[in-house]
Nanobody, 119 residues
Framework: VQLQASGGGLVQPGGSLRLSCVAS????????MGWYRQAPGKQRELVAD???????NYPDSEKGRFTISRDNAKNTVYLQMNSLKPEDTAVYYC??????????????WGHGTQVTVSS
């Protein structure tokens, strides 16, 4: 299973970015797709996740600025980030909790995409 993330980059404070992550490989179904981030010297933290029914979960600190969505037909998850702040600077990782073709549950992580918010 591979997770290919894209959309990171350098943006000024107040700007927006849209991250995408495509999952491919031996996947029967994806229960939850999510985005996590890790800033230098800090632990990895949840940014948002979304289940197969479209139910979303955000930490209180991100509500209103970030929007997660998914396209089940394309095994793709998106993260729209608005009003970005310097403290949003981090490596952003996509994550899935899924079932493979043998009906075993597994978790997989992407390699991460750098988001830098700076003037």
């Amino acid at each position: 299973v591979q997770l290919q993330a894209s959309g990171g980059g350098l943006v000024q404070p107040g700007g927006s970015l849209r991250l995408s992550c495509v999952a491919s490989g031996s996947i029967f179904g994806i229960n939850v797709m999510g985005w996590y981030r890790q800033a230098p010297g800090k632990q990895r933290e949840l940014v948002a996740d979304i289940n197969s029914g479209g139910y979303t979960n955000y930490p209180d600190s991100e509500k209103g600025r970030f929007t997660i969505s998914r396209d089940n037909a394309k095994n793709t998850v998106y993260l729209q980030m608005n009003s970005l702040k310097p403290e949003d600077t981090a490596v952003y990782y996509c994550n899935i909790r899924a079932i493979n073709e043998f009906r075993f549950a597994f978790t997989s992580w992407g390699h991460g995409t750098q988001v830098t918010v700076s003037s």
